[in-house]
């Protein structure tokens, strides 16, 4: 059996709230603890029951940033696969090993999948696979990547630390590490694979509502398409703007998206 990493970026006291699964063979834990504070005694003792398990590798890293949290867990791991997953969230361990399965047998170096969320609706639209390309990599959300460890360490593929939660870019780095990939010929596909669960409020959703939200759009849509980023950009605004213009944000949106 293939060895399968979670890796889990926790910020502050909340670590307190972590949920780690029992022992199962062929997993193995490694949690990203980034604080600059004093933490709590709930937090305090959540650690301490933490590093008492062989199946969990426990890091505690001063800098702030989602993306360095990711990057950390990257270089540390050691297993065959690694799934990207926040502290938020619940997951289905079978249904990991399954996707990880359909990942050998197709020579995939990323597998993306689908989450649900605790209201009982899906992100899951369809039922076959599909293969990632530069338009569609902006569909799975950062709790639905699987990576092949060997892949992504021959290529030195690591998350863009300039963009992400806790930087002044707070958005897009799932994107752009999907497109670094496709940027080296791996292969990349979605699996009709539901495997974790998270509330239906998340971050993803709101990418208007601050200057930084929307320029982290622009940005990343400059980092993936280049020179076609301004005529993408353009598109995305045309999509969007029914949302920001509902929720009172229409004039920001398109100044900080498409004006210099």
Do not use: W
Not at 1 to 23: C, F, H, V
Not at 121 to 130: A, N
């Amino acid at each position: 059996m293939e060895t399968i990493d979670i890796a889990i970026s926790t910020l502050g006291n909340r670590i307190k709230d972590l949920e780690i699964p029992n022992y199962k063979h062929g997993f193995h834990y490694i949690i990203v603890h980034q604080y600059i504070s004093n933490l709590n005694n709930e937090a305090i003792n959540r650690i301490n029951k933490i590093i008492d398990r062989e199946d969990v590798l426990y890091i505690k890293h001063t800098q702030l940033g989602l993306t360095k949290s990711r990057n950390i867990a990257i270089k540390q791991s050691e297993s065959d696969y690694i799934f990207i997953m926040d502290d938020d969230v619940s997951y289905d361990l079978e249904k990991m090993k399954l996707l990880v399965e359909h990942m050998k047998k197709d020579n995939v170096s990323v597998g993306t999948f689908y989450h649900k969320y605790t209201n009982g609706l899906s992100t899951l639209k369809s039922k076959g696979i599909i293969r990632h390309n530069k338009y569609n990599i902006g569909n799975p959300s950062s709790i639905d990547i699987c990576l092949r460890r060997s892949d992504i360490i021959e290529h030195n593929i690591l998350f863009d630390e300039n963009f992400g939660l806790g930087t002044s870019l707070p958005s897009g780095e799932e994107m752009i590490f999907l497109s670094d990939c496709l940027d080296k010929n791996l292969n990349l596909i979605r699996y009709p694979i539901e495997i974790c669960t998270h509330s239906p409020i998340t971050s993803g959703i709101d990418f208007y509502s601050s200057v930084p939200k929307i320029r982290a759009k622009r940005e990343m849509i400059k980092r993936v398409f280049r020179k076609k980023y301004y005529f993408i950009s353009l598109l995305f605004v045309i999509k969007k703007f029914k949302y920001a213009y509902k929720a009172g944000y229409g004039v920001n949106f398109i100044k900080y998206m498409l004006l210099p």
